[in-house]
């Protein structure tokens, strides 16, 4: 396996490789690697059968962090990580720094960047403004460094997944987007490398967004007509606070693939939310 620290080494590459007639398979990541991620390495070999590679990318990406976000603090253990990839076959690890990926950033060097200007405006959108412009923009970047035929994204992450899928469309990047189901701990808790800042007591209560998705589901299947918005609403906001340290920022029900909100929620319908437990902020979604 190797680790590939620099922009041009990765480039030169994934172009011999593709001399050689090998697919490349990427899975983009902030390290900090669970089963979640390594579900989506395991599907980006299973693409690109043996005979093709897969990277994987370890940066946490500075431009997807708002100032009073958590960035200096991220986990981050990049020795496991590069032992869990050599277990799984992977090829190359490409572990960029910041002065790498955005060089003369610090001194206002830096500005180019990619904006998806409809799915990125709500939910995750509406929270953290600037979010999505910094993993748009990241993305466009690591394609355009590990060239690569397809790339794996966790549904975990619904919405940044739809606004990738629309940047590879709007943009035309030659790379398939493929979407991996959520791996979720035994208790239903979707993995995540956050889960790491629940201590104590604050770990059971993370229990609290599978269950708002598993009640809305059922609320769905077992109603003949549409379900409102509403009403499903005001269900996941009791449950939520029910956990005596966690604050609902947002649940919405939308369409899978317009991720336009619905106020009648039917079998298909998709539902996100997005809650603090403590001070960590916890995401999931699910189709019901
Ligand atoms: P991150 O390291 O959090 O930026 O995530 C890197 C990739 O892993 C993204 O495509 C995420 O959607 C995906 N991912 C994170 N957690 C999970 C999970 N529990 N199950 C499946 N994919 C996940």
Do not use: C, W
């Given at each position: 396996m190797r680790v590939v620290r620099s922009i041009s080494a990765m480039q030169r590459l994934a172009r011999q490789w593709q001399r050689g007639g090998?697919?490349?398979?990427?899975?983009?990541?902030?390290?900090?690697?669970?089963?979640?991620?390594?579900?989506?390495?395991?599907?980006?070999?299973?693409?690109?059968?043996?005979?093709?590679?897969?990277?994987?990318?370890?940066?946490?990406n500075p431009m997807q962090f708002a100032p009073t976000e958590d960035l200096s603090r991220y986990p981050r253990d990049l020795k496991r990580d590069l032992a869990n990839c050599r277990k799984l076959?992977?090829?190359?690890?490409?572990?960029?720094?910041?002065?790498?990926?955005?060089?003369?950033?610090?001194?206002?060097?830096?500005?180019?960047y990619v904006v998806e200007e409809t799915l990125a405006g709500r939910m995750e959108g509406a929270s953290r403004p600037t979010h999505f412009r910094g993993v748009t923009t990241v993305v466009a970047k690591l394609f355009n460094i590990v060239l690569p035929d397809i790339a794996v994204f966790g549904a975990k992450d619904w919405q940044q997944a739809a606004i990738i899928k629309r940047m590879v469309s709007d943009l035309n990047f030659p790379v398939k987007i493929i979407v991996a189901p959520t791996v979720r701990e035994t208790d239903g808790v979707a993995?995540?490398?956050?889960?790491?800042?629940?201590?104590?007591?604050?770990?059971?209560?993370?229990?609290?967004?599978s269950h708002s998705i598993k009640l809305a589901r059922e609320l769905v299947k077992a109603s003949a007509k549409p379900v409102s918005a509403v009403r499903l609403n005001t269900t996941v906001a009791k449950i939520v606070s029910a956990a005596p340290d966690a604050r609902l920022d947002y649940v919405e029900f939308f369409d899978p693939e317009t991720l336009l909100p619905q106020k009648q929620v039917t079998r298909g319908s998709h539902m996100a939310l997005a809650v603090f437990v403590g001070k960590t902020r916890l995401i999931d979604n699910g189709r019901l």
């Open positions: 090998a697919r490349i398979g990427f899975v983009p990541t902030m390290g900090y690697l669970h089963e979640g991620h390594l579900s989506l390495v395991r599907e980006a070999r299973t693409r690109v059968s043996h005979s093709g590679k897969v990277v994987v990318s370890i940066y946490v076959g992977v090829n190359a690890v490409f572990v960029p720094s910041d002065t790498a990926m955005y060089p003369g950033r610090a001194e206002g060097n830096y500005s180019t993995m995540s490398s956050r889960n790491k800042y629940l201590v104590g007591n604050l770990r059971p209560q993370a229990v609290v967004l």
